[in-house]
């Protein structure tokens, strides 16, 4: 079920630099092969292999075509990208839904191509009737021009990830910590009520069970993994090294009517 | 419920083009908000005004910064972009999950924000930890490195489609245009039929039948619309027009073990 993956078409393209980043933008997103229609600056072309950078290997490997025709006579599937309305009979498509069905075509084994037009006037109407589809992006329209690296970049980017399980798998995971079983949690709080006990912290004394409310609160929320609760069991325990032998005189005494703290 | 865009905060960025290049990316998707932690090259830079064409409110816009922790004094929600993973315990999102993370934010009026690091280094651990959490590409694990404007275009990307109805929706569309009513089809089919009949096409004529039903299918499969199906009506039309004054001698008498045409 494993087809090929698409094959990009730049019609005309005017500056080596730009073909050397469009490579850049297919190896970052495992594309290789890149056909030129009648590239402005002839071909071999250094400044596409020095702006290529390390994806030297997709300029090397591009195949040069003097025609549209020429350049996708091979594939089954094509779309054109274009910011512009077209009138023609095409779909337009979002790179999503392109996307999904160039991948749908390559699990049939077609051979599929997007094709990109000039840096200065993209795609010809007679170049676009060749293509099955249009893509466009939902770009600002008051700032619609997408460098054709860009265009290339983003079509790569949804091709590749339609070969993701899913839109949330990562290149790297994060730790997988879960959150902590509740006891865990639970012997911080007890931890930190002990330790504010001693100190006098819960005054007055009838207000302690709204204040362990929050505390409780408080902690719970965020959810702590087992690491982080070892983390603030250590911070709370170096807090804790000077209790006082006493625990100070209990608050509902004389400083009964005082919220919080006492000021020394 | 509409809340603000991300600012893109840029660490210690290198080259002027860059920030050029950022600006057009973030200006493509309608982003505004280009947040500068100390410019290798310094600010203003000519070179990041040129590179950003018709961007340039974005650069006239942009803010500096002595520090990342002034850049992103005032925001509520951090994301940091990495190819790499680090050792700490953020949760790491692509940047689907991540730009709807983003978007939820935004719609509770918390200010957002995206770090990007520097060309050559990306962000350093100490940066990272002041995000809330990490967002990285799905790209190819041999030519991971992306350029720090397409890296922006790709969030910039994925912010812009938080904000569509559905991935499908594109900033224009394509004819609506509904596969034509069933006897619309079947006119162009009756149509056929008796400009072929006239001139011998069903033969033998015991195959009438299988050649009909194989016509229809193959009229009827591309779900053809109503305009299109005026094209081949006209075009059918046009190859009628020379019709012989009496049907071809029906076939199944001499011929009528020939499959297919006669030849003449």
Chains 1, 2 share one sequence.
Do not use: C
């Not at 980043?21 to 970052?28: E, S």
């Not at 091709?159 to 995971?173: D, R």
């Not at 005054?203 to 709204?210: A, E, F, H, T, V």
């Amino acid at each position: 079920m494993e087809g090929a993956s698409p094959a990009i078409i730049l019609v005309e393209p005017q500056l080596g630099e730009n073909i050397g980043m469009v490579a850049r933008a297919m190896a970052n997103f495992g594309l290789s092969e890149l056909r030129l229609v009648n590239p402005r600056d002839g071909w071999p072309n250094e400044k596409a292999v020095a702006a290529a950078s390390r994806a030297d290997h997709v300029i090397a490997a591009a195949s040069l075509h003097a025609t549209l025709d020429e350049a996708v006579a091979d594939l089954n599937y094509v779309l054109a990208t274009t910011a512009r309305a077209r009138d023609n009979f095409k779909p337009v498509l979002g790179p999503v839904d392109g996307s999904a069905e160039l991948k749908r075509r390559s699990g049939l084994k077609q051979k599929i191509g997007i094709m990109f037009g000039r840096e200065r006037f993209g795609l010809y109407n007679e170049e676009i009737a060749r293509a099955d589809a249009i893509v466009t992006f939902p770009v600002n329209p008051d700032y619609a021009s997408l460098n054709i690296a860009q265009a290339v970049l983003l079509m790569a980017y949804e091709w590749m990830k339609t070969g993701l399980e899913s839109a949330s798998q990562t290149a790297f995971e994060g730790p997988d910590f879960p959150p902590a079983e509740r006891h865990q949690v639970q012997s911080l709080v007890d931890r930190l009520e002990r330790a504010l006990d001693v100190r006098g912290y819960f005054r007055p004394r009838s207000k302690k069970p709204k204040l362990m409310d929050n505390l409780q609160a408080v902690l719970t929320r965020p959810g702590f993994t087992e690491p982080e609760l070892k983390v603030l069991h250590g911070v709370v325990a170096s807090l804790d090294l000077y209790a006082p032998k006493e625990p100070r005189r209990p608050a509902g005494h004389a400083a009964d009517t005082t919220d919080g703290e006492t000021g020394d």
